[in-house]
């Protein structure tokens, strides 16, 4: 059975930065990319990229470039989303997802001074 199991909710003030966990089970973590995905009310589903655990390879959505960074550990099956500058267009749900058909259970982050 393929798990994602993400980080818990996080708290943060304009300007910090953020490092959301993806440990997973249940498949080959080098055979598939890992995706990830963040939902808000106001933005809806936005795609902001991918990594591929097998290489470390990165394809970052325009938005986000420059300010995200994936990160992928294959000695324990875990992938990171390091999102800096944190404004509060950021707070949302984020997802991680493999292969688009598992997901996470989501990581709800907050920004607020």
């Known amino acids: 059975e393929v798990q994602l199991v993400q980080s818990g909710d996080e708290l943060r003030t304009p300007g910090a930065s953020v490092k959301i966990s993806c440990e997973t089970s249940?498949?080959?973590?080098?055979?598939?990319?890992i995706d990830w995905v963040r939902h808000d009310p106001g933005q809806g589903l936005e795609w902001m990229g991918q990594?591929?655990?097998?290489?470390?390879?990165?394809k970052y959505a325009q938005k986000f470039q420059g300010r995200v960074t994936f990160t992928a550990d294959a000695s324990t099956r875990t992938a990171y989303v390091h999102l800096n500058s944190l404004s509060a267009q950021d707070a949302a749900v984020y997802y991680c997802?493999?292969?688009?058909?598992?997901w996470g259970q989501g990581t709800q982050v907050t920004v607020s001074s």
């Open positions: 249940g498949y080959t973590f080098t055979d598939y990319y």
């Open positions: 990594i591929d655990p097998e290489d470390g390879s990165t």
């Open positions: 997802a493999v292969n688009l058909q598992y």
